[in-house]
């Protein structure tokens, strides 16, 4: 495995969409950021092969969510999220600690938890036709850099 197969496949989950921050990390969310979707995923690509020592952290993180967090600490490679394991995010630091359809189980897993534990004012806004979402989506970003613009005079 590694970070383009992992990104086309998080792709293929329903609502995931993607965006580049911090640095060179992928972050994934259910739901687009300007409605209030949430990150389920990141991927530092300046980690992309995890096996040289100087690469700093782990290649991904995830939600594993409180009764999967302990059994995948006991896993080598698989350490508690840098800023996010209260939230009970796990990082692993080589894109080798799982097999395929591994991955494919704990980052599917990872996207059902945080898109159960949205609100039903985004799940509704999810349930919309892409066109309405599109619409709702272009709209708020407007209102968001409106009110950073303003905040910046």
């Known amino acids: 495995m590694d970070a383009e197969r992992i990104r086309a496949y998080l792709l293929t989950l329903p609502h995931a969409v993607e965006t580049m921050q911090w640095g060179a990390n992928l972050v994934f969310w259910v739901g687009d950021k300007a409605i209030g979707g949430k990150m389920f995923a990141l991927v530092n690509l300046d ?17 594993a969510g409180p009764q999967r967090y302990s059994e995948l600490l006991e896993i080598e490679g698989v350490i508690p999220a840098p800023y996010m394991a209260r939230i009970y995010w796990v990082a692993v630091e080589r894109w080798n600690i ?11 897993a ?4 945080t898109l159960n534990k949205l609100p039903t004012r985004i799940r509704t806004v999810l349930a919309m ?3 309405q979402q599109k619409r709702l989506i272009v ?8 009110k950073a613009a303003a905040k910046a005079h």
């Open 47 to 63: 980690s992309s092969d995890g096996r040289e020592r100087n690469k700093p952290g782990p290649v991904i993180s995830y939600a």
């Open 98 to 108: 799982f097999r395929t359809t591994e991955w494919e189980q704990e980052l599917n």
């Open 139 to 146: 709209d708020r970003r407007k209102l968001l850099a409106a």
């Open 129 to 131: 036709s892409p066109t």
């Open 110 to 113: 990872a996207h059902l938890l």
